[in-house]
């Protein structure tokens, strides 16, 4: 009988973590006991860099996801499927919005397959209210000056301000 998956992880860039990552880190722990959110030190989605180091973007995470039993924030570098193997996840969990980030996430579970067939890939449909929200639109937002209380944690609006407020 093959064994059941009780360690997921939630893998991203998380820059920064918005209440659409939020809904999918709970409802990844509704349906496996241990979950960890891997924060990539990344080099962001155009090979630009991050706007948040990494060391922020894992204290926005932990500050935002506190309190969440079965729930832990760290960081990586490097494979993921290495990062699973590292601490026993026998799956990687990740939200889909729309056909676009179909196609991203097909091709990056395909690669994660090629490393590690045993490496499960999971995927949670976003929520409606979500569907729109992103990383990238919410610091575009913000650098506009535009008010994004409603889509990120206190702790990572406050930040947002800080950056482009000055
Ligand atoms: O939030 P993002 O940017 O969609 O997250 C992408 C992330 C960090 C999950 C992905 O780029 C990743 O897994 N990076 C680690 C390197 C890796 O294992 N890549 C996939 C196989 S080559």
Excluded: W
């Amino acid at each position: 009988m093959t064994e059941c998956i009780n360690h997921v992880l939630v893998p991203g860039t998380f820059d920064p973590i918005t209440y659409g990552h939020i809904d999918v880190v709970r409802r990844a722990r509704r349906i496996c006991p241990r979950v960890t959110v891997a924060v990539a030190r990344s080099l962001g989605k155009n090979g630009v860099g991050t706007t948040f180091t990494l060391e922020e973007r894992v204290d926005f995470a932990r500050r935002a996801l506190e309190g969440l039993d079965g729930v832990d924030v760290m960081p990586f570098d490097g494979l993921l499927v290495n990062l699973a193997r590292q601490v026993g996840a026998g799956g990687v969990v990740k939200g889909l919005r729309a056909m676009t980030d179909f196609e991203y996430e097909l091709q990056q579970a395909d690669l994660n397959y090629r490393l590690d067939p045993s490496i499960e890939s999971i995927f949670i449909m976003s929520s409606p209210e979500y569907s729109y929200l992103s990383s990238s639109a919410v610091r575009e937002m913000a650098s506009f000056g535009g008010d994004v209380t409603e889509f990120v944690p206190p702790c990572v609006a406050d930040a947002l301000h800080q950056r482009f407020n000055r």
